[in-house]
């Protein structure tokens, strides 16, 4: 059996301050899905609060809905689409540096991405290749029928995402504080 040295008392007799201990939680990165909805903005908050604690960067990625744009596209023509898709997407980036601004402190490291396509699978794909720790999302309520239908954007983030998730409702008890 070796003896480990015990280190020498301070000189004052006090005994000397031990390290805090190491947050057993590890949240690198959080990956906050941006509608620009009241709920997204409240996600926001959420991920901004425990980007504070933890030290995370908050990922902020909005995904740009093609479906209304490729349908006035096909009246149009390609063109169009593409013009109308560039406007879409330096519209998000515009919006989502204003709601950073307004809702993420300015110590929180952030990076920011526009995709084109269905959110659920933007924020999944992003997700894992962001290697995400957790992902803070907003739900509202969707229409009864689209929901019964389709599924909600959440659900489908929560079933399918690569990591934890947190769904921030509109109405709910809130636990940070503003």
Not at 33 to 58: H, I, Q, W
Request: proline content about 7%; hydrophobic content about 40%.
């Amino acid at each position: 059996m070796s003896s480990e040295p015990t280190p020498p008392a301070p000189a004052d007799g006090n005994e000397p301050e031990a390290a805090p201990p190491a947050s057993p939680i590890h949240l690198q990165r959080i990956l906050v899905p941006l509608d620009f909805s009241e709920t997204s903005r409240k996600a926001m908050r959420y991920a901004n609060r425990f980007a504070e604690v933890y030290g995370s960067t908050v990922m902020l990625l909005h995904v740009v809905d093609l479906t209304d744009i490729e349908r006035v596209a096909l009246r149009l023509g390609p063109i169009a689409q593409e013009r109308m898709e560039a406007e879409a997407v330096k519209h998000a980036e515009a919006q989502a540096e204003k709601l950073a601004a307004e809702e993420l402190s300015p110590g929180v490291s952030r990076e920011f991405e526009v995709l084109c396509g269905l959110a659920s699978e933007g924020v999944i794909k992003k997700a894992a290749q962001w290697s995400a720790d957790m992902i803070v999302t907003g739900v509202h309520n969707e229409r009864v029928i689209r929901h019964a239908i389709l599924g909600s954007t959440a659900e489908r983030i929560v079933r399918h995402a690569p990591c934890p998730v947190l769904v921030v409702r509109d109405k709910e008890h809130e636990f940070i504080q503003t």
